[in-house]
Structures are given as structure tokens and as C-alpha cells.
């Protein structure tokens, strides 16, 4: 195992001064976090407007001569008939999170949603605790020996993740009871490798089936608007065959896609695999700087023989490859290694393209007002379990 400094996006590092925290224009909040380049697409404004029933806010810590050196899209779920809030941060602030004194940053934050009517501020900290190669994970399946990935040695702990989880302990914020977003992602590093060494990085059968795919015939193409249709019939039909339901409709993909490319045209694509002249597969691709995300996908049931959705990734990879992003995001896993259990067979379709799996560290909780925060915490335990 190996401890890494991961190269930074630090927002502020070079101002160690008085900050100040102020609401900022939507516009100029995404034109920073396009150029700062380490900001997760939930951070960007445009996902405060596609999340409907939240009422969102952007705000900047500026630093000397009102610089903008970190920022933050905060999200609020109103009580009824309270006037209190629910503050939410999904993977976020956008902060120096390797600084030293945490409390500079975070309390101005909590003041403010505080001021606002908060009675709970939910963050999810961008940087990572540890992360696994692909090799190492298969080798511990073949192993047989463990079941889940933490018990499996990691190849690197990146240490401002690790201090980053122990000041925020120190300054009383506490694990959320269930991350929202996923603790576990898959990434694929691109950033200084070539297009031959991406194709060498995939497995033997994710090469055989992209082949596979070519031979048959199968067409990757970008697709508009007009295609989401066809696209969230394939989620449905996906989440029947799968047995889980992400609880979204039509509507929202519309309003996720509008909104995202409004924001900045191309920041959401929708790819589709085609086989004689019928839609096979169809995923959902986000960029935001020089990071690219697979967001959502779909397919059908039949003609998966001629591997749609390994034709489908490899030309998602090639475009994130082509954008310039330093890596791939392919979201969500989980962390069992049972090959027999439902939950490893994403896992072990995302090893093929040859990447690690991430460990976050989770989301984070701050009480504002105790007794809200726990029925609050009561009332999700209910609903969740």
C-alpha cells in the first residue's frame, strides 16, 4: 500500500487571510466552477433546478481583494409549517479541504444556513480516503478469502482525506446516518495516457465484446432531446429486470437534460446503441470542467448477445478522453466482493474498463437544532429502512 498526495484542486490555498462567505449569481458561480476544474456537476447551479421541491442558493468564500476561492451550491427541503430547512451540499463545499483549520471555512457556512432557518446542514466532502486497482480487486474475488472491500488492502490512502474526516469529528459533525450519494465510485484515470493504453487497460472480454459489437454491427451514436423517450423506456425496463426503481419519471431526465445544457450546451449528452435500426442501450454522459461522469443508463432485455453497452462505454470513455478529462466517473458500486451476491455484478462489469474503485469520505452531518435534527433523523430511519 502506498500513501498519495493526489494533485489538488485546492480552492484557496494560497490565502490564509480573513474569509468571507456571500451569495454569489448563478452565472458567475458555474463560469468558477467550470474553470476551476475539480467541482462535482452536483455542485454546479443548474442541479439546484432540476432537483424539484428544493429551494437552492449558490455562495462564495471570497479571500483578498474579493477573489472567489471556494464556493457552494447549497440545497434546502423546507419543513411544512416550520420555516426551517433541511441544508443540503451534495458532494461539496468546494473548499480547500487539505487546510489545517477547517473550522475558517465550515463555520462561516454554518452561521449562514443557520441565519437562513437550518436546523441541519448535510455536506458530502469531495476528497477521497482510499482507493483499490482493478487487479487488486479481482485478485481478492479469486482469492475467496473476503467478502467485502474493506477488507481488502487498498493500494493508496490519501492522507488529506483521512485529516479531512478527523477535524471534521473535531469541529462536531458526525457521519450521516445514509449517504445520499454513493460512498463507493468507480474511476477510470485518464489524464496523461493515451488512446492504445485505454484499449490495452480493458479486460480480455471487454475487448472481445466491443469487438463483438463492431462485427454485429452496432452503431453508437449521440443522441437530442427527442431521444429521451426511448432512453427512459430502457431505465424502466432496466429497473424491472433488476428489481429496483430510482423513482424518477420521464419528466425529470427532461428537466435534468434542459437545465444541465442550458447551464452550458454539451454539459449533459445522451449516447445510444443501435442495432438494425433498434435502440439497445442508452446512458447519460456529464462533463464539468476537466471531470466526466456516466450519470443514468438503460437496456433492453433483448440482443444483449451482440454487447450494446460495452460499444456504448467505450465511446463514453473515448469522448471524456477526447474532452480532456483528467478522469472518468462511472459512479456507484457496492462494496460486497461475493460473486454470487446481486450487487457484484456491476461491480465486476465496471472492473473491465480497467480503473479503481474510490472510497469517499461519506457525508456529514452538523445539528443546528437538536430536537429537529433528531426527529428528522427518526423520520428518514422510517422511511429508508
Same mark, same amino acid.
Not at 39 to 65: D, H, I, M, N, Y
Not at 83 to 94: H, I, K, M, T, W
Not at 247 to 259: P, V
Given at each position: 500500500?502506498?500513501?498519495?498526495?493526489?494533485?489538488?484542486?485546492?480552492?484557496? =490555498?494560497?490565502?490564509?487571510?480573513?474569509?468571507?462567505?456571500?451569495? +454569489?449569481?448563478? %452565472?458567475?458561480?458555474?463560469?468558477?466552477?467550470?474553470?476551476?476544474?475539480?467541482?462535482?456537476?452536483?455542485?454546479?447551479?443548474?442541479?439546484?433546478?432540476?432537483?424539484?421541491?428544493?429551494?437552492?442558493?449558490?455562495?462564495?468564500?471570497?479571500?483578498?481583494?474579493?477573489?472567489?476561492?471556494?464556493?457552494?451550491?447549497? *440545497?434546502?427541503?423546507?419543513?411544512?409549517?416550520?420555516?426551517?430547512?433541511?441544508?443540503?451540499?451534495?458532494?461539496?463545499?468546494?473548499?480547500?479541504?487539505?487546510?489545517?483549520?477547517?473550522?475558517?471555512?465550515?463555520?462561516?457556512?454554518?452561521?449562514?444556513?443557520?441565519?437562513?432557518?437550518?436546523?441541519?446542514?448535510?455536506?458530502?466532502?469531495?476528497?477521497?480516503?482510499?482507493?483499490? @486497482?482493478?487487479?487488486?480487486?479481482?485478485?481478492?474475488?479469486?482469492?475467496?478469502?473476503?467478502?467485502?472491500?474493506?477488507?481488502?488492502?487498498?493500494?493508496?490512502?490519501?492522507?488529506?482525506?483521512? !485529516?479531512?474526516?478527523?477535524?471534521?469529528?473535531?469541529?462536531?459533525?458526525?457521519? $450521516? $446516518?445514509?449517504?445520499?450519494?454513493?460512498?463507493?465510485?468507480?474511476?477510470?484515470?485518464?489524464?496523461?495516457?493515451?488512446?492504445?493504453?485505454?484499449?490495452?487497460? *480493458?479486460?480480455?472480454?471487454?475487448?472481445?465484446? +466491443?469487438?463483438?459489437? !463492431?462485427?454485429?454491427?452496432? @452503431?453508437?451514436?449521440?443522441?437530442?432531446?427527442?431521444?429521451?423517450?426511448?432512453?427512459? $423506456?430502457?431505465?424502466?425496463?432496466?429497473?424491472?429486470?433488476?428489481?429496483?426503481?430510482?423513482?424518477?419519471? #420521464?419528466?425529470?431526465?427532461?428537466?435534468?437534460?434542459?437545465?444541465?445544457?442550458?447551464?452550458?450546451?454539451?454539459?449533459?449528452?445522451? /449516447?445510444? %446503441?443501435?442495432?438494425?435500426?433498434?435502440?439497445?442501450?442508452?446512458?447519460? /454522459?456529464?462533463?464539468?470542467? =476537466?471531470?466526466?461522469?456516466?450519470?443514468?443508463?438503460?437496456?433492453?432485455?433483448?440482443? =444483449?448477445?451482440?454487447?450494446?453497452?460495452?460499444?456504448?462505454?467505450?465511446?463514453?470513455?473515448?469522448? %471524456?478522453?477526447?474532452?480532456?478529462?483528467?478522469?472518468?466517473? *462511472?459512479?456507484?458500486?457496492?462494496?460486497?466482493?461475493?460473486?454470487?451476491?446481486?450487487?457484484?455484478?456491476? #461491480?465486476?462489469?465496471?472492473?473491465?474498463?480497467?480503473?479503481?474503485?474510490?472510497?469517499?469520505?461519506?457525508?456529514?452531518? #452538523?445539528?443546528?437544532? =437538536?430536537? *429537529?435534527?433528531? %426527529?428528522?433523523?427518526?423520520?428518514?430511519?422510517?422511511?429508508?429502512?
Amino acid at each position: 500500500m502506498t500513501v498519495v498526495v493526489p494533485e489538488t484542486e485546492a480552492a484557496g =490555498r494560497a490565502d490564509t487571510g480573513p474569509l468571507r462567505l456571500v451569495p +454569489i449569481p448563478a %452565472a458567475e458561480h458555474a463560469a468558477w466552477a467550470a474553470a476551476h476544474g475539480g467541482v462535482s456537476f452536483l455542485q454546479c447551479p443548474s442541479w439546484g433546478r432540476v432537483k424539484a421541491g428544493w429551494r437552492s442558493e449558490s455562495l462564495a468564500w471570497t479571500g483578498a481583494e474579493g477573489r472567489t476561492v471556494g464556493a457552494a451550491l447549497v *440545497l434546502y427541503r423546507e419543513l411544512p409549517g416550520l420555516g426551517r430547512s433541511f441544508a443540503y451540499l451534495p458532494e461539496g463545499p468546494v473548499i480547500d479541504w487539505a487546510a489545517p483549520d477547517l473550522g475558517r471555512w465550515l463555520e462561516p457556512l454554518t452561521a449562514a444556513l443557520r441565519s437562513r432557518g437550518a436546523f441541519t446542514v448535510r455536506i458530502g466532502p469531495p476528497p477521497a480516503l482510499r482507493h483499490w @486497482e482493478a487487479g487488486t480487486v479481482r485478485a481478492a474475488v479469486r482469492g475467496g478469502a473476503v467478502t467485502h472491500l474493506r477488507d481488502v488492502r487498498p493500494d493508496a490512502v490519501d492522507p488529506v482525506g483521512v !485529516r479531512a474526516g478527523e477535524r471534521l469529528r473535531a469541529l462536531g459533525w458526525e457521519p $450521516a $446516518a445514509r449517504d445520499t450519494q454513493p460512498r463507493f465510485t468507480f474511476r477510470l484515470p485518464l489524464a496523461g495516457r493515451e488512446p492504445d493504453a485505454l484499449w490495452g487497460g *480493458l479486460s480480455p472480454q471487454w475487448r472481445r465484446n +466491443i469487438r463483438r459489437a !463492431r462485427a454485429a454491427g452496432v @452503431e453508437v451514436v449521440e443522441g437530442s432531446a427527442e431521444d429521451l423517450e426511448p432512453f427512459y $423506456a430502457l431505465v424502466q425496463e432496466t429497473e424491472r429486470r433488476g428489481g429496483f426503481d430510482l423513482g424518477r419519471g #420521464l419528466a425529470y431526465y427532461r428537466r435534468q437534460f434542459a437545465e444541465l445544457n442550458a447551464e452550458l450546451p454539451g454539459r449533459m449528452r445522451l /449516447f445510444l %446503441a443501435r442495432h438494425r435500426g433498434e435502440v439497445l442501450a442508452a446512458h447519460t /454522459f456529464v462533463t464539468v470542467g =476537466r471531470g466526466a461522469w456516466y450519470l443514468t443508463g438503460g437496456s433492453a432485455s433483448q440482443g =444483449r448477445e451482440v454487447r450494446p453497452g460495452n460499444a456504448l462505454q467505450w465511446s463514453m470513455i473515448q469522448a %471524456a478522453h477526447g474532452l480532456g478529462a483528467r478522469e472518468y466517473d *462511472l459512479r456507484g458500486v457496492r462494496p460486497s466482493l461475493d460473486p454470487a451476491g446481486a450487487d457484484y455484478g456491476l #461491480l465486476r462489469w465496471k472492473l473491465g474498463t480497467g480503473g479503481r474503485v474510490v472510497e469517499g469520505l461519506g457525508e456529514w452531518e #452538523l445539528a443546528l437544532n =437538536r430536537p *429537529l435534527h433528531r %426527529a428528522f433523523r427518526r423520520y428518514l430511519a422510517r422511511r429508508q429502512g
